[in-house]
Structures are given as structure tokens and as C-alpha cells.
């Protein structure tokens, strides 16, 4: 029974090797590699969306993750090699987009839009309140309209 288990758990160790990123896209420095995957979490895939350029197996990633290790090899900061993403496909290529104000206003307007929505709501509730009590009569136009609704029943 153990050697089925042992025969299994080599057979995954096998299948993720061959998983493994292609050994002639690797960069030879091991530091460069190291930092080069350290930046491809933070790239997202533009065909799923969703998935880092580390967890897609799309063609696209494949380049992006081809484009970080040149930018990489050459010199370049993470934050250089960032910012030349960010400005070669848009903001939308990192997985978590720096704080801006158009960031900020993406978030904040749905939040605005019901705020106002609400004071709208209660404004118009205070309003409608308002004019209840204005059209309420006072007791001497009472006595007077049920002293006309007396003479007319006569």
C-alpha cells in the first residue's frame, strides 16, 4: 500500500514537472529568475482575466511573462518593469492597480449614487410631511367647516 502511495506522489512530482515553465524561456542568472517570478503574480492574464501571468497557460501570458524576464535581464527595477507594462496595455494589466483618482472615483460613485439616492428618498419624505401638517386645518376652521357641513344637512 505504501509503494502505491509513494508510486502516486511520484507520478505528480513527474506531471508538475512537465507543468513547469519551459527551461529555455528561464533566465540562466537564478536572482533575475527569482525576481522575474516574483513580479508574474502581480500581472494579470488579459485573456482570463482573472488568473496571474504565473497561473495562465494562454498564449498571451506565455509573452508577458517573455516581456518581464527581457525587462528584467536588462537591468530594469520591478517598479521600471511595472510602469512599462502598465504603460504599454493600460492599468488593467496589474492584477492590483495603484491608487489613483480615477481608481478612486470607480470605487466612490456607486457609494455617492446611493447616499444622494437615500437623501433624495428622505428629503422627499420631510417635504410630503411638511405639507400633511400644513393642510391639516386648525380647530377653529373645524368649528367653521362643521358648523357650514350642518347648515347644508338642514
Partial sequence: MKRLGLLGWLLVAVLSMGAAAD???RLADPVLEARAK???PQIRCMVCQNESIDDSQADLAADLRKIVREEVAAGRSDTEVRTYLVQRYGE???LKPAFSLTNAALWVTPFAIVFL???AFFGLKRSSLAQDQETALTPAEQALLTKLQASEAE
Fill in 23 to 25: 527551461p529555455s524561456e
Fill in 38 to 40: 516574483a513580479l508574474f
Fill in 117 to 119: 439616492g437615500l437623501f
Fill in 92 to 94: 488593467y494589466v496589474m
